[in-house]
């Protein structure tokens, strides 16, 4: 997981989605909210129309957490954002990984498409 000082409290989640922007991608929506202070703060949050087993939300933020690891350095400072997931993303992000289906790279193309679209 990302350490505490780089995720998003309760209070600066509403204020994104309140006055943020946002960039879709087919399973996963970036709202993000511009600030003046010299902070980067991104945070998971996966809704119970995703799954209803907690177990399967909690694995979706932790694939995010590990990708987003890799990826931290390149998003802009000044920048508080949540990945929302999708209704069908347990279905592109979850499950096993095989010789023909690889979730986690799923997940790694569309968190740097959406990185792409803010830079």
Not at 22 to 45: A, G, H, M, Q, Y
Not at 70 to 99: A, C, H, Q, T, W
Request: zero cysteines.
């Amino acid at each position: 997981m990302l350490s505490k000082q780089n995720r998003n409290n309760r209070k600066e989640i509403e204020q994104i989605f309140k006055s943020g922007s946002f960039v879709n991608s087919p399973n996963l929506t970036f709202k993000f909210f511009k600030t003046k202070d010299n902070l980067k703060k991104i945070s998971f949050i996966t809704p119970k129309t995703v799954s209803k087993k907690a177990v399967a939300r909690n694995l979706l933020r932790r694939r995010g957490d590990a990708v987003l690891k890799k990826y931290f350095k390149d998003f802009p400072v000044n920048l508080l954002g949540v990945f929302v997931f999708g209704k069908k993303s347990m279905e592109v992000f979850g499950g096993r990984k095989n010789k023909s289906y690889s979730p986690i790279n799923n997940l790694e193309n569309e968190i740097k498409n959406i990185l792409n679209k803010i830079n």
